[in-house]
């Protein structure tokens, strides 16, 4: 049966690389983003391949189930990347309810319109993307292993946490084939510059202040957006049905060692006086709740499946750096707002 997959949240940051990665390497595949494009879904991300013949886009809210199952009909969904989501906990600890909507029943939405429009389950696949962030947080050390219990400390983790009960709960009572991914915190082109590295490095380019939460001391583990989406790929085609799988890239670090990195880096890229930048560092009220530090064990990834990590942190943030210097369109037009007219200049007339 030739695949027909739905990848949800495709505008974004992560899902615009995973259906880069899925249009260009599976020319057999027809890829389907369906996106509703909020604040975080820029089209840009995908020009290279908006004009592929194996890639549609769907702009459809997944609160909408009528438009679901027409997308479903339409395109003879055959199975499901599911990334759609609201990503940034700062924006859930203000509006707790719009994570609910979108990470909740969105997700609920999508996995009944999976059940009544598939017939015979054995041949489709409802893949989940989530994140390491259910767990909560490790600050007594270890690692987040897949048997770790779940323990959402702040909104966005527990509709995650919410959506992934759901996914399992579909499995075990309706028999759909799922799969579930928690990962790390992901950076790398493309990223909506609200969340740390986007931010800083946007901030340092522009002489702004650099805010740092609290004292700076909370841990993340880092991965380059594109081996999430080479493990993404991975597990789709070679996970195990019901399984879960880590992906992560051994790689902690405090966030004031990532902000005086990017400094130090973009001093250099930028010819500025070394410690020109850090002099941008400014210690801010910390986050509510501020979870204390995230750490993924990823063996099972890596013995099962043979999925690694292909990039070095170093190298990973250089690329990072970068490509937003290369690309101050994209920032300028994400940073504007003139990124949401993408859609009606391009699509609107059609
Ligand atoms: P993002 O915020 O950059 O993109 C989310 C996309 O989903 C956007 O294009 C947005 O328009 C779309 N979307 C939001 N609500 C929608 C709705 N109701 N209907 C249809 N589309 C909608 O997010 P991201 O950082 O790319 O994260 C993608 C997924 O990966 C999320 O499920 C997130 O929980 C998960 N994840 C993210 C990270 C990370 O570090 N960013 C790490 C692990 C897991
Ligand atoms: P973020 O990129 O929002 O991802 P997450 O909260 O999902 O881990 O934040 C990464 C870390 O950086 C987190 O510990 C919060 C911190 N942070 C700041 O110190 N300043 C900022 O302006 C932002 C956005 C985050």
Request: aromatic share 12%.
């Amino acid at each position: 049966m030739k695949k027909n997959i739905l990848i949800t949240g495709g505008a974004g940051f992560i899902g615009s690389h995973v259906v880069k990665l899925f249009v260009k390497k599976y020319p057999e595949y027809h890829i389907v983003n369906l996106d509703c494009l909020t604040y975080a879904g820029n089209l840009e991300n995908l020009k290279e391949i908006e004009n592929a013949p194996n890639y549609s886009f769907e702009k459809v809210n997944i609160l909408d189930e009528a438009g679901l199952v027409k997308v479903f009909e339409n395109h003879r969904i055959t199975d499901v990347i599911h990334l759609a989501a609201e990503s940034h906990v700062d924006r859930s600890i203000t509006d707790p309810l719009a994570f609910v909507k979108t990470n909740v029943i969105g997700t609920v939405n999508l996995l009944n319109t999976a059940k009544s429009y598939w017939k015979d389950y054995s041949n489709h696949l409802f893949y989940h993307v989530s994140t390491d962030e259910v767990y909560g947080s490790l600050d007594d050390g270890g690692f987040f292993l897949e048997t770790t219990p779940y323990d959402p400390q702040s909104p966005y983790s527990a509709s995650k946490a919410s959506s992934d009960h759901f996914v399992r709960a579909y499995a075990n009572t309706y028999k759909l084939r799922t799969v579930i991914t928690n990962c790390s915190n992901n950076y790398g082109p493309n990223q909506f510059p609200e969340k740390l590295i986007p931010l800083c490095i946007h901030n340092i380019r522009n002489n702004k202040p650099l805010p740092v939460y609290g004292k700076g001391e909370n841990i993340r583990d880092w991965l380059y957006v594109e081996d999430h989406a080479r493990g993404i790929d991975v597990v789709f085609h070679q996970g195990k049905s019901g399984e879960t799988y880590n992906i992560g890239g051994f790689n902690e670090w405090k966030n004031i060692d990532i902000v005086r990195l990017l400094c130090q880096k973009m001093d250099e890229k930028l010819g500025r006086l070394s410690g020109t930048s850090e002099k941008l560092i400014t210690f801010v009220k910390d986050r509510a709740g501020h979870d204390l530090r995230y750490a993924i064990d990823a063996t099972k990834i890596q013995r099962e499946l043979g999925w690694e990590p292909s990039l070095q942190f170093e190298e990973g943030i250089s690329k990072t750096i970068d490509w937003y210097l290369d690309h101050q369109d994209w920032l300028d037009n994400v940073t504007s707002g003139n990124y949401q007219k993408y859609y009606e200049d391009h699509y609107g007339s059609r």
